[in-house]
């Protein structure tokens, strides 16, 4: 493959601006404090300094101290991306690092630079260096990138990612540098000097490590070298000569270089496979192997695994004695042997024997004569260990070498069972270079700066630039087919004393020895930097030197690597090959010219360049100033641009390669051109390299007047410079423009227009056919000659490219005339007429033609893509929209994008071809290739989105969204599509708009137009985030100043919400005042007179007391009712409102208090409501806030007095599952403080964090506090009862669900625990009992019969012995040993005792059976039903019993009332005999029980549900139990009835406000309230708590939850519900009071809040909710009005936002919940959108407001009734709203136009009521057109081509008939009138000038007037095709029947042929007698 250096002769380009550079970060840092730290670590006394941050430790301090004065610098520069898209913002970031700090700053040319980030270390940074580390994600192979910035310093690196997150890594050996590639980063591990042993008697260690994250081990590379010979040996990178020189991560290689070889070598970098990983690991047999043997890489792994882990800093003593070895330190022979191989103990330090002095040495001795740099690292232990043991490895295989003591020490060691560490990186030698034997070592030497380079053919290049030898070596390479591999095919080099690349104008500028900057694009020379004049007499010393550019080969085969240059000539034929020898001598002379240039050092010239951003260099000059200059661009012009691209494409590379170099040095002459003459001075260059002569040529003579084309004319003008030198005159004189300047005189600039008309007519008078003068020949010796038709026929591709974009259209015309004349001169007749067409008034101007020798015509290469048919795309589109097949349209890949997207999505949506985009795309698609070029790589559109395109059965339009957005399509990119030709696009928008599916991503909603939807899957995207991050709406509450409001608590429910949902009434602040507990309570006694004053004060207090019962009871409600409703800040504790115990008596509001003495209150009363108010505080912190385990040690209380209360807030931490985050050493501390209610917060937390995941760590906290878990002979815990119980339960909620055997028979044995000998387990049984049991009920939670491995326990006939008594088994296992002795206090024998164990029991048979339907089991708990029976159950026990039974037979319960009473049994319900003894106390308990027990089961089943019927039976009870209890008074119910019928309606109420949980219902609200204001007499504590939980549920989370009925919520209610309530505040015999927050596990979030996309505020909306078939109902759809609660969603199909205000959307629920779900979780907040033309129904409720509804009353009001200016009340858009104002009001200036302003309001209206505001400038865009075609003032015909579209498209839906008429977009009466408007101005035309029609079909000269322009319009909107050929077909045309025949032929539609007729006829037959009137054919 030869490479053609070809080289221009003496050119010259000027450079850019300069400007002096000064890294920005060395100013920062001057201003920065960083000394100061410094001194402040030294003064710590070393005692702080052992525990001070372990990044430096104690070392790193005592280096500091002998720091030198002057810091090194560095910095380096790169182009900044703001990560949008890579073009839109251009910056530089700089990463500065000197001393301690390292800067990271931006700036560009237009904005000053800043810091962006400032770090600073705790030791001098050795490199920073940017990386991007990739993290993968856990759904499929979905890599996330994390950039960062890491700082190296010698002991760790400092990682900081952009997100925030800071990592420190340590490093378990030196580093001697750090290399970021694709992966993350690379490490070398820095050598020993005395590393100098031939032959190692070890193994190498190896030398390069990877981190593939700062998180990941140190892992080392694997290497594979190529060659035959070594086969495919893996082995770790392991030889300490090979030096990295360069990494790069595009494609991803390394470039090493070898210090013995001398050569450099490129690898591929990727990860491990899975075979080689196994390969280097497998220990190899023979012992001389390469790879590392076992005992090293256990070795590595030992070492690195210590040093990278930091368990405890200074673990081991001092440094020397590293833990490994401290065995081996007692052997002194090993000790000797340490130092017996000195060269062996590879260290740094200089003092090697200074290290280990004795075994005992003191930790400071060791530390002050450690002082080497390799010692500063984080853990001690580790790497010291690393340092001593790690450089002497001795492997097993090679006895002879050392003495065998010292090897047994060593194995002591390495640790064998350390597994190695596993290899992530593997590098794969992809080239090397090839360097003769001879002179080897001169040759080469180590490349100080290596970087990649492309040309403008796109070859690449890895250049390495060699100091020494003053050369540039260029190797090219191509990336292979599979893109892993790269073929290196050749080598040349370049003379350069530095080069630089230059990224985006593919080129790199080279520093000759010279001095004098040149440009080179690839190894292609382009031409000399000129640098404006300030530094030019300093740098621009001309330098004649024999200085000559010869490639020279190195070809690296085996095979020729003798014959070491290959001299391959450039084309400008040398005069002679250049001997070896003359090249060497260059080098002498170069050395002997600086030599002689030494007295000039005063005037500075450039040492080197660096920071090479994008097209941006410095200089560094010998002065040490340095400055940043700016290469030019190759083409600033967009066109230009484009064409040049083209040109690229088609050519051959070299030739391309020619003309790119060419116009790069006529566009960058010193002084060049201003913009605007760009596309002139192309055209001039473009023609002259095809063989024109443009002076000649009158169009481009008047282009060249404005514009001169030479290098230098005018540079000192463009540039005033202060001092002009002789050189830049020489040079001047020398160039190629002298000499030509003297045959052709210079003309003055002369402006075309001001020719004199004479002259012009002169220009334009040339005929094609008059023989012309020879100038106007073409030159066929031109480079550009032989590629003319292929030149023409891309440039003509990319002209229809321009037409498609209305941006680049106005370019087009100016290359039409480029155009037109290449068609002319290849009589391309055709073309001319398609560009005449176009621009009608313009091309006539043009009539010159160029001839080309037909001798020569063969030269030209006419590619078989140029037809003669000429390709036209709005042709192609229209014949598509027709319905006609056409041949596929050729296209440019890469270059006409614009063109593929548009055609394919016309194949797509309207030939509906399904397959258009992906495998039929050469149906529609002709891909141009470049006959010549190797590898035609299509780069992927400009910026490619994450959308998958998946096509199911989705609809055409949807199919077209979604591959349109795949393609990288905006709705920016839309507006700049035509108009005609957006429609169809338009309407697939519009039709997918309508209804669109829920699971698009956010690109596809952006196009569509519905923000709603984007701003909801933008959400769904910031899933981690917290809801109140980035625009999104999020429901934060209002911030209130008043102090009385803020300290209830309940300050966070959202008002907006709560608002919507019970806009009607106030109940939302009832609530608050029921359940605050912060104020004192009005204490109203009225004193009777016989009552003396001490007695009156003692009757208050007991009367607060009473109250204080209530408002104690009070947190636990308010807990439930603000649920999640609160982000803490994590800077501030949360506030915990006072439990305020104190009243205020009326009058004269004196304080009551209960600590006065005079009554005596329980003590510890306010225990536990404390707790619950602790409980209440915490549960209002949402599960999304950020909370982490320093702030809830931050919120730990300083009094003791608090410490209730911040147990009570641990559990509500674990409730909402922050408590995971809490370490485990804090848990640890606040268990051991033995404070019992911490422990009880604690455990029950933990446990509900980890509900159901069998977590051991946690499983092992609570068997501590569980006497059966722990093994039996372990000593005695005094853990606390109510722990034990808490534990118990802990151990149900980690295990649930799970069926744990153990665990099951451990609990069901506790249920019956007998009391202990010592009054151990003798107070509150009962609760252990029944904790035992709901633990085991969780544990096997809905398993029913079906336990696995349970089978032998019977479990249920143990708990059914347990419910009813009888012996007690035997004790079965472990827990024997215990209950040897029975109790001494309680007398139990050896029956069960009922009493404790069967609610327990009771309930763990309800929850393992739960809803099973098993009625075997639920016939164990019905009800006895004979009376004898009865008498033996506690009535509470008959509620327990029909609630279990009821949820066993879970489907059988029924909502009514029927159902409820079927619970009781027969006996009870019949006629009494009188003759038998019944007491009717014990059945009217019975009764009662065991309705509010049905009613129990009737809440659970429906809970959440808010169920009609459900609610109105439990309400029926309520009802009926209140009239019973207001007899309760009488003698007929005792007090014991009372007691038993309020427990009952605390039951039913509770029952109701489950059903109802989050509704807020009034009537439960209002009993609530009743409940609450009855304190005296029986209403204790327990019961007070139930009304309030009620309460609480019935509200909760402010309305924003409710319950769900899943089987753990079930159960977490059974806990919290236990219908057995405590007596008074201390109260926890039967139950635990801290298990009555479980009920919070049930909630679950269901509000779906409807949020306004436009406002951001919560508003009303319909939504429409189908339930799926059950056996109970059939498929319903209900209407609810949202915000709403959502039923549980697996009972839904679908949910839709109905219209008509709102844009639908829906929801299918059947395919999957999760969307659904996560929308709930995120404040249910759901996005909508207004539809223009409505109101929201807050504002209009009834819709008689909207626009449309004024239009009812007679069809056509609405429009006349339209007032424009109330358009802002209907719709958001501010395009709209500003229309109506500024085209829709009559003004004074617009009087005259009164019925356009009618027009526009019209079109306004449309466009509102339509609501496709995005179609107004469509209407109007039509409007103008039509307008400009009647005035007769158009001047080029493509608006007439998009109305043509725009009726195909119409005419297409009309004939489809008028089914889907709603799915078009233009739909109204508008299109028919524009349409005819049209029709009646060209048949108007017609008529007069169908002579005109007649003189172009005979292909006359057209004439250059209004006329041509009317007769384009004429055919383009006509469709008529170019007839100069179908002259034939009409031969013999005499009748209409004839063309009839042949209008197929013709290819014209016919209803445009009917127009026609006359005119055609009368041309064929030459008669114009078959005038057919033309009327009677419009169609």
Avoid at 501 to 519: F, T, W, Y
Avoid at 1069 to 1083: C, F, G
Wanted: net charge negative.
């Amino acid at each position: 493959m030869s490479e053609v250096v070809y080289e221009e002769t003496a050119t010259m380009i000027a450079a850019g601006d300069l400007q002096s550079f000064v890294p920005f970060g060395r100013e920062h840092c001057r201003n920065h404090p960083n000394a100061f730290n410094l001194q402040l670590r030294e003064l710590q006394p070393a005692s702080e300094l052992w525990s001070s941050d372990g990044a430096a430790g104690l070392v790193g301090s005592l280096q500091e101290v002998s720091l030198q004065e002057r810091e090194r610098e560095s910095w380096q520069l790169r182009k900044g991306c703001t990560g949008v898209k890579e073009d839109e913002a251009e910056f530089e970031e700089e990463l500065y690092t000197a001393g301690n700090m390292a800067v990271w700053s931006q700036g560009s040319r237009t904005q000053a630079s800043s810091v962006y980030k400032a770090f600073t270390v705790d030791s001098p940074v050795q490199q920073a260096l940017w990386c991007n580390f990739a993290v993968p994600q856990n759904n499929n192979d979905a890599e996330e990138v994390e950039q960062t910035v890491c700082i190296v310093q010698s002991t760790c690196i400092n990682v900081h990612t952009v997100t925030g997150k800071d990592f420190i890594s340590p490093l378990p050996f030196q580093v001697s540098n750090v290399w970021a590639t694709k992966f993350g980063l690379l490490l070398e591990r820095k050598n020993a000097a005395n590393d100098t042993h031939p032959n190692p008697p070890g193994e190498p260690l190896p030398t390069v490590f990877s981190m593939l994250h700062p998180l990941d081990e140190i892992a080392p590379i694997v290497c594979k070298p190529s060659g035959p010979f070594e086969g495919s040996r893996v082995q770790y990178v392991s030889d300490s000569n090979m030096k990295i020189v360069f990494t790069c991560c595009q494609p991803s290689i390394v470039v090493s270089y070898d210090t013995v070889q001398g050569t450099h070598t490129v690898w591929a970098l990727r990860k491990v496979t899975h075979d080689e990983r196994s390969m280097v690991l497998r220990c190899p047999t023979e012992p001389a192997g390469t790879p590392l043997g076992l005992m090293a890489s256990g070795f590595l792994a030992s070492h690195l695994r210590n040093a990278s882990h930091l368990d405890s800093p200074g673990g081991s003593g001092g440094l020397g004695s590293a833990a490994g070895i401290s065995s081996a330190f007692s052997s002194p022979l090993h000790y000797s042997a340490l130092y017996s191989h000195p060269s062996r103990i590879m260290t740094s330090s200089p003092g090697v024997h200074s290290r280990v002095h004795s075994p005992s040495i003191s930790n400071m001795a060791a530390l002050s004569r450690a002082h080497s740099p390799g010692m500063a690292a984080p853990s001690f232990s580790g790497v010291s260990r690393f340092n001593t043991s790690f450089h002497n490895p001795s492997p097993r295989g090679h006895h002879g070498l050392l003495p065998s003591p010292n090897s047994t020490a060593n194995e002591s060691v390495a640790m064998p069972e350390m597994e190695p560490i596993i290899p992530d990186l593997c590098v794969e030698q992809l080239w090397n270079e090839v360097v003769s034997a001879g002179c080897h070592r001169e040759m080469s030497s180590q490349a100080s700066k290596v970087f990649l380079t492309s040309d403008l053919c796109e070859n690449h290049y890895l250049c390495f630039l060699v100091e020494s030898h003053q050369h540039l070596r260029c190797v090219k390479f191509i990336e292979s087919n599979d893109a892993t591999q790269l073929i290196f095919p050749s080598v040349t080099t370049i003379p350069a004393k530095d080069a630089a690349p230059l990224q985006n104008i593919d080129a790199m500028l080279v520093l000759e020895a010279c001095g004098s900057l040149v440009i080179y694009t690839g190894i292609t020379r382009v031409s000399k930097v000129h640098l404006p004049s300030s530094l030019s007499q300093s740098i621009s010393l001309t330098n004649h030197l024999p200085y000559l550019s010869t490639p020279v080969e190195t070809i690296s085969t085996p095979a020729n690597a003798g014959s070491r240059h290959i001299h391959r000539l450039n084309e400008d034929a040398m005069p002679s090959p250049v001997s070896e020898l003359k090249s060497l001598n260059i080098k002498q002379h170069e050395a002997s010219f600086f030599e002689d240039f030494s007295f000039q050092q005063a005037t500075p010239f450039i040492l080197s360049l660096r920071d090479p951003v994008c097209n941006r260099v410095t200089l560094e000059l010998s002065s040490g100033a340095m400055l940043r200059i700016c290469i030019p661009e190759i083409a600033t012009s967009e066109l230009v641009r484009k064409c040049l691209e083209a040109i690229r494409f088609i050519l051959p590379k070299e030739v391309a390669m020619k003309v790119l170099v060419k116009w790069y040095n006529i566009y960058n002459a010193p002084g060049g051109p201003s913009a605007h003459a760009e596309w002139s001075q192309f055209v001039t260059c473009f023609m002259t390299l095809m063989g024109y002569n443009t002076e000649r040529l009158a169009w481009t003579r008047h282009l060249q007047f404005e514009v001169p084309l030479s290098p230098v004319i005018a540079a000192k003008k463009a540039r005033p410079s202060d001092g002009g030198s002789d050189e830049d005159w020489d040079y001047l004189l020398a160039s190629h423009y002298h000499r030509q300047i003297n045959s052709q005189p210079v003309c003055g600039s002369v402006d075309p227009n001001n020719v004199p008309s004479a002259e012009k007519e002169d220009l334009f008078s040339h005929q094609a056919d008059s023989p012309s003068s020879s100038s106007l020949k073409l030159e066929s010796s031109a480079p550009l000659f032989p590629h003319i038709p292929a030149l023409f026929s891309v440039l003509h591709l990319l002209y229809q490219e321009l037409q498609l974009d209305e941006l680049h259209r106005a370019r087009a015309s100016s290359l039409v005339c480029l155009l037109q004349q290449l068609a002319r001169d290849l009589q391309l007749e055709e073309y001319v007429d398609l560009y005449w067409r176009d621009y009608p008034s313009l091309i006539s101007c043009f009539t010159e033609s160029c001839i080309i020798d037909q001798a020569v015509i063969g030269q030209m290469h006419r590619p078989s893509f140029l037809s003669s048919d000429p390709p036209c795309v709005f042709n192609w589109l229209s014949s598509c929209l027709r319905g006609e097949a056409s041949p596929p349209f050729p296209y440019l890949p890469g270059i006409c994008q614009r063109t593929k997207l548009l055609v394919l999505s016309y194949a797509l949506y309207i030939i509906g071809d399904d397959n258009a985009t992906s495998t039929n795309e050469w149906k529609y698609l002709l891909k141009l290739s470049a006959g010549q070029r190797s590898r035609v790589s299509e780069p992927n559109s400009r910026r490619q989105s994450s959308v998958k395109v998946r096509f199911s059965s989705e609809s055409l339009a949807e199919q077209l969204v979604v591959w349109l957005t795949s393609q990288g399509f905006t709705l920016k990119d839309l507006e700049s599509v035509p108009f005609g030709v957006a429609l169809p696009i338009r309407e697939a928008i519009y039709r997918c708009r309508e209804q669109p599916s829920s699971d698009w991503p956010e690109e596809v909603c952006l196009l569509i137009g519905r923000q709603d939807l984007t701003k909801q899957a933008h959400k769904m995207t910031l899933g981690k985030s917290k809801a109140s991050v980035g625009s999104g709406f999020s429901l934060v509450p209002p911030a209130s100043s008043e102090a009385d409001e803020e300290e209830d608590g309940m300050l966070d429910i959202i008002h907006e919400v709560t608002g919507l949902i019970w806009s009607q009434d106030l109940r939302i602040q009832e609530v608050r005042r029921l359940l605050q507990s912060s104020r004192p309570v009005r204490v109203s006694v009225v004193q009777q007179p016989e009552v003396s004053d001490h007695e009156y004060i003692e009757e208050k207090e007991n009367k607060l007391l009473q109250l204080c019962q209530r408002t104690m009871a009070l947190p636990v409600g308010r807990g439930l009712f603000t649920l999640f409703s609160y982000h803490p800040v994590p800077t501030e504790p949360l506030p915990v409102p006072k439990l305020n115990l104190t009243g205020r008596a009326p009058p004269r509001n004196a304080m009551v208090d209960l600590n006065s003495g005079n009554i005596d209150v329980p003590p510890n009363m306010t225990n536990w409501p404390s707790f619950h108010n602790g409980v209440a505080a915490g549960l209002k912190i949402a599960p999304a806030s950020q909370v982490d385990s320093a702030w809830i040690a931050y919120n730990k209380p300083k009094s003791p007095e608090l410490a209730n209360e911040y147990a009570g807030f641990l559990m509500a931490l674990g409730l909402n599952g922050h408590l995971t985050k809490l370490a485990t050493l804090n848990i640890h501390d606040y268990l051991t403080k033995g404070h019992e209610m911490t422990s009880i917060g604690l455990l029950l937390g933990v446990s509900s964090a980890k509900l159901g995941t069998m977590d051991m760590s946690i499983t092992r906290l609570l068997s501590i506090h569980i006497p059966a878990l722990l093994p039996p002979t372990s000593t005695e815990l005094d853990v606390p009862h109510n722990v034990q119980v808490a534990a118990v339960i802990g151990i149900g909620l980690v295990y649930q669900g799970t069926g744990h055997r153990h665990n099951a028979e451990v609990l069901l044995s506790e249920i019956g625990r007998p009391p202990g000998p010592e009054m151990e387990y003798c107070t509150d049984r009962e609760s252990y009992s029944l904790a035992a049991g709901l633990a085991l009920g969780m544990v096997c939670l809905g398993h029913g019969s079906n336990l696995i491995g349970m089978t032998d326990l019977n479990v249920p006939e143990q708990l059914y012995q347990y419910m009813v008594g009888g012996h007690r088994r035997a004790q079965a296992g472990a827990s024997r040993e215990r209950h040897k002795s029975p109790s001494y206090q309680i007398k139990e024998g050896d029956t069960i005792n009922v009493d404790v164990t069967c609610p327990g029991a009771t309930l763990a048979l309800a929850m393992i059976y739960l809803k099973t339907n098993n009625r075997s089991i639920a016939d164990w708990l019905k009800p006895p039903d004979t009376w004898f029976l009865l008498d033996f159950i506690k009535p509470e026990f008959l509620l327990l019993r029909t609630l279990a039974r009821c949820i066993i037979m879970w489907d059988e319960i029924l909502p009514n009332t029927e159902w409820v009473k079927s619970n009781i049994p027969q006996i009870m319900r019949g006629n009494f005999d009188p003759s038998e003894d019944i007491n009717m106390d014990t059945m009217a308990q019975a009764q009662d029980y065991i309705t509010a027990g049905a009613c129990m089961a009737l809440g659970l089943r429906f809970a959440g549900s808010a169920n009609s019927d459900a609610f109105d039976c439990l309400y029926e009870f309520a009802k009926t139990f209140m009239k019973m209890m207001s007899f309760a008074g009488t003698a007929a119910v005792g007090a014991m009835g009372y007691y038993n019928l309020q427990t009952c309606l605390s039951m039913i109420l509770l029952a109701m406000s489950m059903v109802m949980a989050g509704t807020g219902n009034l009537k439960v609200l209002q009993l609530c309230r009743f409940f609450h204001k009855r304190t005296g007499g029986e209403m204790n504590y327990g019961f007070h708590m139930a009304h309030h939980m009620a309460l609480g549920l019935l509200f909760l989370g402010g309305g924003r939850y409710t319950l769900s009925t899943s089987n753990s919520a079930i159960a977490a209610l059974l806990c919290a519900l236990y219908p057995h309530f405590p007596a008074h505040s201390t109260d926890n015999r039967y139950h635990l009071q801290a298990l009555r927050h479980l009920a919070v596990l049930a909630a679950e979030p269901r509000l779906l809040v409807p949020v306004d996309v436009d406002s951001l505020k919560p508003c009303y909306a319909l939504l429409e909710v189908t339930y799926k078939g059950t056996k109970w109902y059939d498929e319903t759809t209900v209407e609810l009005m949202a915000p709403t609660l959502l039923p549980e969603l697996h009972l839904l199909k679908e949910l839709k936002v109905k219209g008509p205000r709102y844009w639908e959307l829906s929801l299918d629920l059947s395919k999957e919940t999760q969307h659904l779900k996560s929308i709930l979780v995120r404040d249910g907040v759901l996005y909508v959108k207004l539809r223009a033309g409505q109101l929201p129904y807050k504002d209009d409720p009834q819709g008689w407001k909207s626009l449309l509804a004024t239009a009812v009353s007679h069809r056509n009001s609405g429009v006349t009734a339209f007032k424009p200016e109330a358009i802002s009340t209907f719709t958001s858009e501010p395009a709209l709203i500003s229309f109506a104002e500024f085209f829709c009001k009559t003004s004074e200036g617009l009087k005259s136009r009164e019925d356009s302003l009618m027009l526009f309001s019209a079109m306004l209206y449309e466009c509102v009521t339509q609501e496709c505001p995005e179609m107004l400038p469509t209407y109007i865009a039509i409007e103008q057109a039509v307008g400009a075609l009647h005035q007769g003032d158009l001047q080029q015909t493509f608006p007439l081509w998009q109305l043509r579209l725009v009726v195909e498209l119409w005419d297409g839906r009309m004939l489809r008939g008028l089914a889907n008429k709603h799915d078009t977009l233009l739909t109204s009466e508008f299109l028919p009138v524009m349409k005819n408007a049209v029709d009646v101005a060209l048949d108007n035309w017609l008529k007069d000038h169908s002579s005109e029609v007649r003189s172009y079909m005979r292909g006359e000269v057209l004439s250059r007037d209004a006329q041509s322009i009317m007769l384009a319009c004429f055919l383009v909107y006509r469709s008529i095709p170019c007839f100069r050929n179908t002259q034939a077909n009409l031969e013999g045309c005499n009748s209409f029947a004839d063309l009839l025949l042949r209008s197929s032929q013709l290819g014209i539609p016919l209803r445009d042929l009917l127009r026609l007729v006359p005119i055609l006829l009368s041309s064929a037959s030459g008669s114009q007698s078959l005038l057919f009137p033309l009327q009677a054919f419009s169609s």
